[in-house]
Nanobody, 121 residues
Framework: QVQLVESGGGLVQAGGSLRLSCAAS????????MGWFRQAPGKQRELVAA???????NYADSVKGRFTISRDNAKNTVYLQMNSLKPEDTAVYYC???????????????WGQGTQVTVSS
């Protein structure tokens, strides 16, 4: 089992920044691909960014150049730095873990409880 706890969400004005953190406990963190997903009201959950065990990253086209995912294996933590935020980034953001990379949410075995990000115009 892997337990994931997100933090860092909140309310920010358009153009602002937030950094989300996801602390993992349980099994060996470095063995897992870590992903950040988001779900806005009435929309499907979608991949925002993912980072593999080796540090390779993948981003949704809508966040490329604005968001950066990183991981600190010594701290068992994955981060999502979000810059130049837009109202359309408003969603609940979830951290997820799985041994293998996939852009499909349902492929991930472990999930955090989510943290709300609201971007005002």
């Amino acid at each position: 089992q892997v337990q994931l706890v997100e933090s860092g969400g909140g309310l920010v004005q358009a153009g602002g920044s937030l950094r989300l953190s996801c602390a993992a406990s349980g099994r060996t963190f470095s063995n897992y691909v870590m992903g950040w997903f988001r779900q806005a009201p009435g929309k499907q959950r979608e991949l925002v960014a993912a980072i593999t065990r080796g540090g390779s990253t993948n981003y949704a086209d809508s966040v490329k150049g604005r968001f950066t995912i990183s991981r600190d294996n010594a701290k068992n933590t994955v981060y999502l730095q979000m810059n130049s935020l837009k109202p359309e980034d408003t969603a609940v953001y979830y951290c997820a873990a799985d041994p293998y990379y996939s852009p499909i949410p349902y492929d991930y075995d472990y999930w955090g409880q989510g943290t709300q990000v609201t971007v005002s115009s």
